[in-house]
């Protein structure tokens, strides 16, 4: 019997900061040590030639969860967290989406139900809020986010789920009153909302006219009024899947006038464009997502953004929905692009086309990679230091990658449930071979060693990247003009 339970030998580690030669101890799920010649272990692995980064942290996808239009996702917490760690994510964090009207308690009660005797690697949920009634806003909300639910998301665009300005304002400050982050899906309502019955009174109504109904100029428009609103209430904010340079200049400019904004891009806006959308029959549908896949110019702007800091994480927005009429048709064999069910999958394969193309083609270096993949992630949505990185301390989930593992992509290698994939026949070098949950292997040379229900829920902490810059607006002095209970902390 050794004093650790397992040793990785021989492989290069690297984390957001450093790349570094060093064995790795793990003992009762725990790495313990890094360093040489640590000893000896009960099991060991050997990581000669290999990569051993910490397992991804997926900060936005849709599992088990009935889109606002009705249709249920193709991958349950099994299928969806299988397809997970097969890429190298260890951590996944959905949403636990309230439909108008519902407790959000009841909410959170329904996803631990399908997700506990399912999930196959650890979870948080994020929330996402659509009805903010008094209710929710001065009870509801508050409890989750002392048990845990430490972020939720809002939306600016979808008749079911949109939050006006004035609703915005008031998620913003119970947030900033309980300590919160706020997801926002910026996009202008009534600009898609005209676009789209002009589009629709043309007979314009294939797959392609969704890419022209959801325009640049909406992403613009919509992050620069959410930026407006957190400013206001000096209660920072994290702009989810954005995909035009528009939005991401937005960003950039709050950010270079130090207000607490932060972004995502997804591969989506990196891989696909709006020409996708076009392709023959109905097969522009696969490709259909919001915001949209746009231009080559727009694909260069998401790939700067990247690399010089303005997005701080890379999640895959995983939201879904089967080639049939259980998913992108479930309208009928030729839905209008009003019908089709918004959402591309990309949970297996997010950490994979970055590394390859970003990583591999020399656009980011591979801390970077590990920043925006699972450290950045496990930062912002307070579950750091256990995820997210390889320290003493910390979970031990960890991805070895072969970086030199040359495939064509394939639905068929994939994991999921959704029967298609939207990246298929681009080529790519590097997959994680060994990947493991709390130092147990899940994966293993394309073998599944984990089991349903072996993931652990996790309730997160709030994050130091949610707390207000304290730098209020001189209208919203609390000494001044309100008393200070309206903004709490
Ligand atoms: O098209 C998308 N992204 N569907 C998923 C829902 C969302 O807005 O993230
Ligand atoms: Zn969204
Ligand atoms: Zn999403």
Not at 117 to 143: C, M, N, R, T, W
Not at 222 to 239: E, F, G, K, T, Y
Not at 346 to 360: A, D, N, T
Not at 407 to 420: E, K, N, P, R, S
Request: with cysteine; hydrophobic share 40%; net charge negative.
């Amino acid at each position: 019997m050794s004093y650790f339970d397992l040793l990785i030998r021989n492989g290069t580690v690297a984390t957001a900061a450093d790349t570094f030669q060093a064995d790795v101890a793990v003992k009762d799920g725990r790495v313990v040590a890094l360093g040489e010649n640590l000893g000896t272990a009960d099991h060991e692995i050997d990581a000669s030639g290999k990569l051993v980064l910490p397992g991804g942290v997926e900060g936005h996808c849709h599992i088990e969860q009935i889109s606002s239009s009705g249709i249920m996702t193709a991958d349950d917490f099994y299928s969806g967290t299988v397809s997970a760690v097969f890429g190298g994510t260890t951590t996944v964090i959905p949403f636990a989406a309230q439909q108008k009207g519902a407790s959000l308690r009841q909410t959170v009660e329904d996803y631990h139900a399908c997700a506990g005797p399912k999930a196959v690697i650890d979870y948080g949920f994020h929330l996402i809020i659509s009805d903010p009634s008094d209710q929710v806003i001065g009870q509801e909300l508050p409890a989750l986010i002392r048990d845990g639910f430490t972020s939720f998301k809002v939306y600016m665009t979808y008749d079911d789920l949109r939050l006006d300005d004035y609703q915005m304002l008031e998620v913003l400050s119970a947030a900033r009153r309980n300590g919160a982050m706020v997801m926002v899906h910026a996009e202008n309502h009534d600009m898609i909302r005209w676009l789209s019955q002009k589009l629709l009174d043309a007979n314009h109504w294939q797959p392609q006219y969704h890419a022209v109904s959801h325009s640049r100029a909406g992403e613009g428009e919509a992050a620069h009024r959410a930026i407006a609103l957190s400013r206001l209430m000096d209660q920072p904010i994290l702009v989810v899947h954005v995909s035009s340079e528009e939005a991401m200049d937005e960003i950039r400019l709050a950010q270079n006038k130090g207000l607490k904004i932060f972004a995502e891009t997804c591969p989506q806006y990196l891989f696909l464009t709006a020409e996708d959308l076009h392709r023959d029959g109905m097969d522009g549908a696969m490709f259909c997502c919001s915001p949209p896949p746009r231009g080559a110019a727009d694909q260069a702007a998401m790939w700067r953004g990247l690399a010089n800091g303005t997005f701080s994480i890379f999640s895959s927005d995983h939201a879904p929905y089967r080639f049939d009429d259980s998913g992108k048709l479930k309208a009928g064999p030729e839905p209008t692009f009003k019908q089709i069910a918004n959402g591309v999958p990309g949970i297996e394969l997010r950490l994979p086309l970055l590394f390859s193309e970003g990583v591999g083609k020399g656009r980011i270096d591979l801390n970077r990679f590990v920043a925006l993949t699972a450290t950045n992630v496990a930062k912002l949505y307070g579950l750091s230091p256990r995820k997210g990185t390889i320290a003493v301390g910390s979970d031990a989930d960890i991805a070895i990658w072969d970086p030199d593992l040359e495939q064509t992509i394939d639905h068929a290698m994939l994991h999921d449930d959704v029967g298609y994939t939207p990246y298929a026949g681009i080529k790519i070098k590097g997959w994680p071979t060994t990947v493991l949950s709390r130092g147990r292997v899940v994966v293993a040379d394309g073998a599944l060693h984990g089991s349903r229900g072996d993931g652990q829920f996790l309730a997160r902490a709030v994050s130091e990247a949610a707390a207000p810059l304290g730098r209020l607006e001189p209208e919203m002095d609390p000494a001044r003009n309100f008393g200070a209970d309206l903004l709490g902390r």
